[in-house]
Every structure is written in structure tokens, then in C-alpha cells.
């Protein structure tokens, strides 16, 4: 019996795993992971594997990352944890202060709380919430068609990915989905933004926000789309006096080329913008949500009168997580490494390029870091991506595709060469799959 074998049999007799069909582990074996180094993960029988997605694209700069493991350790041994109701520390101010500098102007206000889900239900309840401060009820969210926010209900209320969703409509809050442009031309935008303004017209008063995720739906199968559409957004709700909430717990920090996807479109500021996932470089829960004086001042008021925002959560702006958020703020500061990416953006660009000629592949995609290759002619019951994750685990490399969508999403940390052998690896899957098919 090997020593993955023994983890396995004890991890499957107690562990209800996320997102995961558990009877799938039948036949597929679960990986129990000894330690982590750069964009490698390595198992109990020191087989190690390329990180190719960012353990669910929360990874920035490396597994075990030891200028982060530095600043944690100092910060474990000072205090670990605070409530945040009443008491303050450091680390959560100076991330506040950070956040706000690089972030769009008329953000000027943190919420913290502790992942990404949490952290939409916030904008949502804070949007609902100001305009009930001013005397309107408006229980109605805008949200983009394939859109994904997270799983918790009200987060998931605002999603559109019927895998998640479908099962639960009896008992989620009501919303209204709008067409996402349908690829990243520039032409693509404009009847979605026609829809949208019917809707305003009709229904504005009943709407407290249109939430998105800027320029990649990554959750939607890293759907791509063209950022002039946000701008139009913003036009739109400024006009009908709607909230922009922008969800970028996904595509901030590098992933999209510029440190926030926002910053693709035109001196943009959002009334919202939640912030998670690669904010603590991967190590730690943690979200925040960045809102506007404007929204803030609404809720400012004498305590008892309604208008107070009584939301928290046990661990919001844990020490240890605001401590490993400002390590991997540093990095970014102290590397350069937005310019840093740039050269790696482009090999992935070139090296994406290389799949268009297979038959068995739709079309291409890229916005910074985040690479997809869409696949054709399988049924759903094919599971066609399930055999690519098999097939690149046993070459060494970890990807998860999202039905028929391969997608490459590694730490910003990789080297040139990592990347052309993730993409070796990538691109023999498909093949793979090819002359399976064709044989
Ligand atoms: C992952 C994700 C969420 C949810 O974050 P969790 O930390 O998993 O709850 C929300 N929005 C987007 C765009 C995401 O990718």
C-alpha cells in the first residue's frame, strides 16, 4: 500500500469534498498533497504536479511562498486573531489604506469579511440596504447571463450557471438576467446594452444593482468579453440610478494583465468592487468589498434608527489573512510584476495560437494570465473534460476543465518554461482526445 493510498481510503471514509460528485471518486483518485513550492504540488509518494489552475485561482506567487511564510510567522506570533467590531489591528488598516490607493477613485470605504461569497452577499445587502435608507424598497438584482458569484444563496441568486443553480430555484432570491456579450468584439456589445436600458426603463425602480464580473466570466466556462461593455454599464446605471457592483474576486491581482480587470475600461469607478480569492496570494480566506463615500454616508447615522449595516462574520479581517494580503501587496510593489507578466502573457498568447488547427477545437481565448481553449463535437455525457484532467495528472500537470473549456490559469509566478510545459502537456491532451476519436 503506498502512502496516498492509506490518506485516500481515511480522507473518503469522512470527507464530503466541495463541488465533487463523491461516488466519482469510485474510479478517480483523490490526491492527498504533502507539500507545495513555487507553481508545484508534490504527493505522499513524491510525485509533483504543475499547479496549471492556482488551486482554484487563488495562487499568485507560489505554494509556501517564503517571503509570505516570513510575514505570516511574524504576524502568528503578535496576535492571531481580533474581532473587528471595536478593536482594530495593523494589518487591517494598512491593507484598507493599500486597497483604496490602487483601487478606482470613488472607492474609499473596506468591509471585510471572509470569502468570496461572503463578501457579494455585503454589496448586495449594503446596496438593498441604502436604497431602504432612503425610502425605497427595491428587491431586484441585474445580473449577466453565465454568470457566476459563488454559492452561497444569495450569491448564487445572482448567478447563472444552471449546474449550480437549477436545483435550488425554489428557494433563491429573485433576479433578472441580462445577455453578456457574446464574445470579446467590440460589436458584440451593443444589444446587450440595448436589452439592458429596456429593462431600466421598465423595471429601475424595482432594481437596487447590476452586478458582473469585469471582462471574464471565469466560473462561466472563462467567457470572454469586451470592456467598452462595462463602460456602457455605467452609463446606464448612472442614467437610472441603479449600483454598479463589480465582482472581481476572480480576475484582481494580474490575472487579466492590469492589476484589477476594472482598469481594461475607461477611468471606471464601480459603487461596489469585491475583492477575494488571489487577495491573500492564495494562503488565506479573506474578501473585502470596496464602496464609495456616497453609499457609506447613507448608513451614518444615529444607532437604533434601522439605517446601521449589522453584518459580520466570526473571522472578518482576521490579522493572520490582512498579514498575507499585504506580503502579497508588497511582492506586486517590490517585483514590478504587472510589467513582470507581460512577457509571459504573451508566450501564452503565442502558444494558445498553436491549438486552433486541431478539429477538435472551437476557438481560442485570452485576457492576460487566463488562457481557454473551447472544444467541439462531444456530448455533455462524453465528460470530455474529465478525461483531459485525467490525462494531464498523469503527466504531471493539474488542469480542471469546465465542460468542454480548457483553461490554463497559473500562478503569475511561472517561469517561461513552465509554461511551454504546460501547454505541451495541454496541447497533447486534446490531441489525445483527437485520435482517440478519429481512431
Ligand atoms: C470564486 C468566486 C466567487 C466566490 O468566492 P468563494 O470564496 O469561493 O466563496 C465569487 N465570484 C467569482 C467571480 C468567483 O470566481
Keep these: 500500500m503506498g502512502l496516498n493510498s492509506d490518506l485516500i481510503e481515511r480522507d473518503l471514509s469522512v470527507i464530503w469534498h466541495p463541488c465533487t460528485q463523491m461516488k466519482d471518486h469510485e474510479s478517480l483518485p ?6 507545495g513550492y513555487g507553481v508545484y504540488l508534490e504527493d505522499f509518494e513524491g510525485k509533483k504536479y504543475l499547479d496549471a489552475i492556482s488551486s482554484w485561482w487563488v495562487n499568485l506567487f507560489g505554494h509556501s511562498n517564503p517571503y509570505i511564510n516570513q510575514k505570516l510567522i511574524e504576524q502568528v506570533n503578535n496576535l492571531e486573531h481580533v474581532l473587528l467590531a471595536g478593536f482594530s489591528h495593523e494589518n487591517a488598516i494598512r491593507l484598507a489604506e493599500r486597497l483604496i490607493k490602487i483601487t478606482p477613485e470613488k472607492l474609499t470605504k473596506v468591509f471585510f469579511a471572509d470569502n468570496g461569497s461572503s463578501g457579494i452577499e455585503v454589496a448586495l445587502k449594503m446596496s438593498f440596504h441604502y436604497f431602504k435608507n432612503r425610502g425605497e424598497i427595491r428587491p431586484l438584482f441585474i445580473s449577466l447571463t453565465n454568470s457566476y458569484h459563488g454559492e452561497t444563496m444569495g450569491a448564487l441568486s445572482v448567478g447563472d450557471v444552471s449546474l449550480y443553480k437549477e436545483v435550488y430555484n425554489e428557494i433563491i432570491i429573485k433576479s433578472i438576467q441580462v ?3 457574446k464574445d470579446q468584439n467590440l460589436e458584440s456589445i451593443h444589444q ?10 421598465n423595471r429601475k425602480h424595482e432594481i437596487s444593482a447590476i452586478i458582473l464580473e469585469p ?20 452609463k446606464l446605471a448612472d442614467e437610472f440610478d441603479i449600483h454598479l457592483i463589480l465582482d472581481e ?30 487577495l491573500t496570494g492564495g494562503y488565506l480566506p479573506l474578501s473585502v468589498v470596496l464602496t464609495t463615500d456616497k453609499i457609506y454616508s447613507e448608513f451614518y447615522c444615529d444607532y437604533g434608527s434601522g439605517k446601521s449595516f449589522l453584518h459580520s462574520h466570526s473571522y472578518t479581517g482576521n490579522p493572520l489573512a490582512c498579514a498575507v494580503a499585504n506580503a502579497s ?27 486552433i488547427n486541431l478539429p477538435n ?32 495528472l498523469e503527466n504531471s500537470v493539474i488542469l480542471r476543465p469546465l465542460g468542454n473549456v480548457i483553461y490554463f490559469m497559473p500562478p503569475l509566478s511561472i517561469s517561461e518554461d513552465e509554461i511551454k510545459e504546460m501547454f505541451r502537456v495541454g496541447f497533447e491532451a486534446v490531441k489525445n482526445l483527437n485520435s482517440v476519436i478519429t481512431s
Design 30 to 35: 483523490l490526491i492527498p498533497i504533502k507539500r
Design 179 to 181: 445577455p453578456v456579450p
Design 192 to 201: 446587450p446594452l440595448n436589452e439592458l436600458k429596456n429593462i431600466l426603463i
Design 215 to 234: 471582462i471574464v466570466q471565469c466560473a462561466g466556462s472563462m467567457h470572454m468579453y469586451h470592456p467598452e461593455y462595462i463602460n456602457g454599464v455605467r
Design 249 to 278: 474576486v476572480a480576475t484582481g491581482f494580474g490575472r487579466t494583465g492590469k492589476m484589477f480587470a476594472v482598469e481594461h475600461c475607461d477611468n471606471l469607478s464601480p459603487d461596489f468592487m469585491i475583492l477575494s480569492k488571489g
Design 329 to 355: 501587496l508588497d511582492i506586486f510593489e517590490n517585483e514590478n510584476i504587472i510589467n513582470a507578466i507581460q512577457p509571459k502573457i504573451k508566450l501564452m498568447g503565442e502558444l494558445l495560437n498553436k491549438f
Design 361 to 392: 477545437v472551437a476557438n481560442v481565448r485570452q485576457t492576460g494570465m487566463i488562457g481557454a481553449v473551447e472544444l467541439k463535437g462531444y456530448k455533455r455525457e462524453e465528460r470530455i473534460g474529465l478525461k483531459v484532467y485525467k490525462y494531464a
